[in-house]
Structure formats: structure tokens, C-alpha cells
């Protein structure tokens, strides 16, 4: 949760329940707030209707439902870039005995993360001390980092169908401000589409077809107008599967005919 979002939920556990109300209490802009909101319905943390806005649940930001206790995997596993603390290595301020070193003047980031295991989204196989793995919401990206020392641990159950029910509730609110789920494991980089994993997402985007309820097959862009070609290669696909009832899929990431596609996909699924 980052600190907007933090001063926003703040605001309402403290009586504000309009725009106007959010606004005076935390001085943040009307954009930022909105953009706080939508993050925050989209975490279920909080509901808009027409009374206004209400948290859910306890006051998770003030009075967190769990505590650290024996945890310190966030000044570990996570990287903290103000205090030169690269991913998967204990920050140079934190001491067995004492906790963090400098906890009164520690960076912005440490002061607002909470990770969703604390926030009580997730239950207590996720206790980050014990399962390795850090999750932690932003505005469009469920993130979640994993320990070196376990690297494969989010494969595992019940960590990977949590995730994949996670995604799949990103992907469906596409064009509904849609989140993606990002796994962080040592070097490597993995999106999740359901059960279906895409590793080194590219930063243009990844265009993606559903093959079952939980499965995708995928394509990563190489530059914006592939992503482009890409989302047109797909409507024609769903436009032929509607017509015919199916549609051949390319098998190879590199087969990604020009536009138009309709004969090529035709002849491929020899509806010709
Ligand atoms: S990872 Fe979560 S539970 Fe562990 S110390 Fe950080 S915020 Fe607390
Ligand atoms: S500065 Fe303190 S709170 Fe932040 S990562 Fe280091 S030890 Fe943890």
C-alpha cells in the first residue's frame, strides 16, 4: 500500500466519506485520491455507494490485524532502493536484537509497506517468515517477491492457486482497471495468466488467448505496434472462433502473420 493510498484509508477510518471530506483531510489532489480509491475497491479494502466511502473490515492501516512478530522478511527479501538494500539481502540497518537501526528516520517505503499477509488477505501458510514469499499490492500489480533460498516456492501449493485465482481476477477486470500478478524470483521476472506462467515479460505488454478456464496461450511484444498487431491477430481469432466455432492458434511466438489475418488463420484451421 503506498502512501496515498495509506493516507486515504486513513482519512475514512477517521469520518470522511465524501471527496471533498478525503480531500481536506489529506490534502492529497483529486486525481491522486481517485487513483487511491480505485487501487483500494480494487483490494477490497474499501466500498463506494451511494452513502459515500467505508473501509471494510477492521482498521487494518491504524490497528493491523496481525502483527510482524518474528518476521523481518521485507528488510530481506525486498529491495529498498533509498537505503542502497538490493533484493534478497538483509538491509545493512537491521540488527538481530534491535530490529531496524534507524527506525525512526527509516525510508518513506518502509514506513507504509504493509505486506498483504499482515494487511489478513492472505491466511498463515503466507507468513512471509515462514513460506519465503512477500506479497504486496500496488495500483495495478499484485507483486510478489520471493526468498533466493526458495526460489521455486511459489509453484508450490497452496501458493500457486492463490495466485492464479488472484490473476485471473486481474485479467477479468481488463478494461476494468485490471491488475497484473508479477512474481519476482532472483534474476527472474514471471506474469501470471491463471495457471499459465509467461517468464521475462517484456515491458510492451503481453497479449494473451484463453485455451481453458485457467490456462493462456501468450505472445510478449516486442515494441508497442506489435502489441498492437498482436491484440488485432487475437480479435480475429475470437471473431473466427465465434463464426466457426474454432480457430488454428499459432503454436510459435514468432508466427505473428501481418494483418490481415483472416486468410492465413482460415487456411491454418482449413475452414477455407
Ligand atoms: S513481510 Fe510482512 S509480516 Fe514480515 S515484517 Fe514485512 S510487513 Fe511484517
Ligand atoms: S531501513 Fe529499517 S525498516 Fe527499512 S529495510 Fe532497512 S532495516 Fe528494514
Redesign the pocket.
Not at 538491509?91 to 537491521?94: E, F, I, P, R, V
Given at each position: 500500500m503506498d502512501q496515498a493510498m495509506l493516507s486515504v484509508v486513513r482519512a475514512v477510518e477517521a469520518g470522511a466519506t465524501t471527496m471533498k471530506g478525503v480531500i481536506d483531510a489529506t490534502g492529497l489532489s483529486r486525481l491522486k485520491i481517485e487513483r487511491a480509491l480505485n487501487a483500494l475497491e480494487k483490494q477490497k479494502l474499501l466500498v463506494r455507494d451511494g452513502q459515500g466511502f467505508r473501509g471494510t473490515g477492521p482498521t487494518r492501516t491504524t490497528q493491523p490485524a496481525r502483527e510482524c512478530g518474528s518476521c523481518?522478511a521485507?528488510?530481506d527479501i525486498?529491495e529498498?532502493a533509498a537505503?542502497d538494500?538490493p533484493v534478497n539481502q538483509l538491509?545493512?540497518?537491521?540488527q538481530a536484537d534491535t530490529?531496524?537501526?534507524?527506525?525512526e528516520r527509516?525510508?518513506q517505503?518502509?514506513r507504509s509497506f504493509v505486506c498483504a499477509w499482515l494487511q489478513g488477505h492472505l491466511d498463515d501458510d503466507w507468513f512471509p517468515a515462514k513460506s519465503g514469499i512477500v506479497v504486496h499490492f500496488s495500483q495495478d500489480a499484485v507483486n510478489v517477491t520471493v526468498d533466493d533460498h526458495c526460489r521455486d516456492r511459489w509453484r508450490e501449493e497452496p501458493y500457486l492457486s492463490k495466485l492464479a485465482e488472484w490473476s485471473l481476477n486481474g485479467i477479468s477486470r481488463i478494461g476494468n482497471r485490471g491488475y497484473a500478478t508479477l512474481v519476482v524470483s532472483g534474476a527472474d521476472r514471471f506474469l501470471l495468466l491463471g495457471r499459465t506462467v509467461v517468464p521475462e515479460p517484456t515491458l510492451f505488454g503481453t497479449a494473451f488467448l484463453p485455451l481453458t478456464a485457467e490456462t493462456f496461450r501468450f505472445w510478449r511484444a516486442k515494441s508497442p505496434e506489435h502489441l498492437q498487431r498482436l491484440h488485432e491477430r487475437i480479435a480475429e481469432i475470437e471473431r473466427i472462433r465465434q463464426e466457426f466455432g474454432s480457430c488454428a492458434i499459432p503454436e510459435n511466438e514468432d508466427d505473428d502473420p501481418q494483418a490481415p489475418y483472416r486468410p492465413a488463420l482460415l487456411r491454418q484451421s482449413n475452414h477455407a
Open positions: 523481518n521485507c528488510c525486498l529498498v537505503v538494500k538491509c545493512g540497518h537491521w530490529g531496524c537501526t534507524i527506525y527509516r525510508p517505503m518502509c
